[in-house]
């Protein structure tokens, strides 16, 4: 017997950031996430959290959970066939934006709460044994003075925890963006990977001309170089350069994901759990990297990230990213460059409450 949903709730909090990013819509001084709770009649609760991007989205983003919740009162945990009733029942609606979230949260909540009731962690339910899961430091290296660059790289290593960090670049002037490379790279040594991210802040030929040139510069992936959903473009950039081009986190859904494996837009592929559809839409896409030979790596939520890439078969990064570990009882461990599994039952998420109290929005 599966135990039944009695019903969901979501609250908002907006946690601090040790290292605020800058983003494509600008900066993000604070993680405005919404937490929630899956209740059952088993007295088993699933945990999730969202990410809203800004504050002024997370009353919108509890509502689109409340509603959803509504219409899967009474069900039965069983989050594939969640999934697909949720799904038939927007399909004139679609499913993107912030009902996409909701709906990605509430399956990543009954996931937690399944894999709880059967008294497993989230990998094993999944069918994946217990491994080793390569993670490389995202948390930082936004800032533009290549000094003040290589220092902060140095400090994202934590004395040989992590063995891989990422750049962000896309600045005015090409020659800060190579003069950043250089710096953090003459400071970490030919040993430690370099991952770098554009953020979207190209054109087509723009970004050919920088990538080309970024070439010689030792850099394991360059990332999102031109507009997400421009996979054409994506392509373009990728046959003309020798750097590998890494796309994904705003992939919204497995339909997508084909659209741009179909175009050739990228060598690897990052999948963000609450745009790619939650646990059941990262399945998804992991069968779809497996079948085309695509190494697969995460973007965003490592707690739950961790168990998806333990369970995918072209498993490859996991990044790194601790927005929410204010507000989490275990934040996720780090050890000689790879994430740790959880030993405990379902995702290991679970809240710090009177951190909760202190950071949450009405």
Known sequence: MLPKITGIRA????????????????AIDKAALVLLDLRTDAGVTGH??????????????V?????????????????????????????????????GLALSGVDMAAWDALAK???????????????????????????????ALADEAETLLDDGRFRAIKIRLGRPDFREDLAAVRA?????????????????????????RRCRALDDEGLYWIEEPVRHDDYEGC???????????????????????????DAGAASYYMPDAQRIGGVSGWLRAAALAHAHGLELSSHLFPEI??????????????????????????????????????????TGIAWDEAAVACYEVE
Request: charged fraction near 20%.
């Open 11 to 26: 609250r908002a909090v907006a946690a601090p950031i040790k290292r605020p990013p800058m983003s494509a819509s600008g």
């Open 235 to 261: 392509a373009r950039v990728a046959a003309e350069i020798g750097t590998p081009v890494q796309i994904g986190e705003n992939l919204l859904g497995d339909f997508e994901m084909k659209k741009a494996i």
């Open 63 to 99: 509502q689109c959970v409340d509603a959803v919740a509504q219409m899967i009162q009474g069900d039965e945990v069983a989050p594939l066939a969640l999934d697909a009733k949720l799904r038939k029942r927007f399909t004139l609606l679609d499913t993107k934006g912030l009902l």
């Open 184 to 208: 953090v790279r003459e400071r970490i040594g030919d040993d430690i990977i370099l991952m770098s991210d554009f953020n979207q802040s190209l054109s087509v030929n723009e970004a050919t």
């Open 48 to 61: 999730a959290y969202l990410f809203a991007f800004m504050r002024s989205m997370l009353n919108p983003l």
């Open 305 to 346: 990230s961790v168990h998806l890439l333990a369970a995918s078969p072209t498993c490859h990064w996991l990044e790194y990213m601790d927005w929410a570990d204010a507000i989490l009882a275990e934040p996720l461990e780090i050890r000689d460059g790879a994430a740790e599994l959880p030993s405990g039952t379902g």
């Open 117 to 147: 009731s059967r008294e497993l962690p989230l990998f094993n339910l999944l069918g994946a044994a217990r491994r080793q899961v390569p993670a490389y430091n995202s948390c930082g290296l936004w800032i533009r003075d290549p000094a």
